[in-house]
C-alpha cells in the first residue's frame, strides 16, 4: 500500500513539475504580449527597417506605424497563447501596463505625452485594473462557495 500511495505521489510531482514549466512558458508569453507593443520604438531605436508592401506606402502609413499595427494584431494572439498555458496571474500585470499606457497616450493632449507623471497616472491604473480583476476572482469563487453550501444543506435536508 505504502508503495501505491509514493508511486502516486512521485507521479503527481513528475506532472506538477511539467505543469510548472508550462505556466512558465505561458507567464513569458504573457510578458512578451506586452513588450510587443514598443517594438516599433524599438527599432526606431536601432535605425532598424525592413520593406512594408506598397498598400500601406501609397496609404500614408510609416514604416513605425506599419510595426505598431502589426504589433497590435499580434500582441492578443501572444497573450491567448500565453493563457492557454495557465501562465501565473503575476505576469498579466505587463500587458495591462503597456495597454493603459496606450491608452493614455492615445486620450493625452499629445504635447503632454512626455508628461512624468505619465507613468504614475499608467502605474496606478494598471494597480486599479488588477484589483478590479482580484475583486471579480474572489466574487467568483465567493459565488461558488455559497452554491455548494446551498447545495449541501439541500442534500442534508432531503437525507432527513
Known amino acids: 500500500m505504502k508503495d ?13 513539475s511539467k ?7 505561458g ?3 504573457i510578458v512578451l504580449s506586452g513588450v510587443i507593443l514598443y517594438v516599433d520604438k ?6 532598424y527597417e525592413f520593406v512594408i508592401p506598397e498598400k500601406f ?5 510609416n514604416f513605425q506605424t506599419f510595426v505598431w499595427l502589426m504589433c497590435q494584431t ?14 501565473y496571474s503575476v505576469a498579466y500585470l505587463v500587458p495591462i501596463y503597456c495597454y493603459v ?14 508628461d512624468d507623471y505619465l507613468y504614475w497616472y499608467t502605474f496606478g491604473m494598471t494597480m486599479l485594473v488588477a484589483f478590479v480583476i482580484q475583486v471579480i476572482k474572489y466574487l467568483q469563487v465567493y459565488n461558488i462557495k455559497r452554491q455548494i453550501k446551498i447545495a449541501k444543506k439541500k442534500i442534508l435536508e432531503s437525507n432527513e
Open 27 to 29: 507567464s513569458i508569453a
Open 42 to 47: 524599438i527599432m526606431a531605436l536601432f535605425n
Open 101 to 114: 499606457l496606450q491608452l493614455l497616450f492615445l486620450l493625452k493632449d499629445y504635447k503632454l505625452i512626455d
Open 57 to 61: 506606402l501609397l496609404a500614408g502609413v
Open 74 to 87: 499580434i500582441s492578443p494572439l501572444v497573450l491567448v497563447s500565453g493563457a492557454l498555458l495557465r501562465a
Open 4 to 16: 501505491r500511495v509514493r508511486a502516486t505521489a512521485d507521479k503527481i510531482l513528475k506532472n506538477e
Open 19 to 25: 505543469f510548472t514549466a508550462t505556466r512558465i512558458l
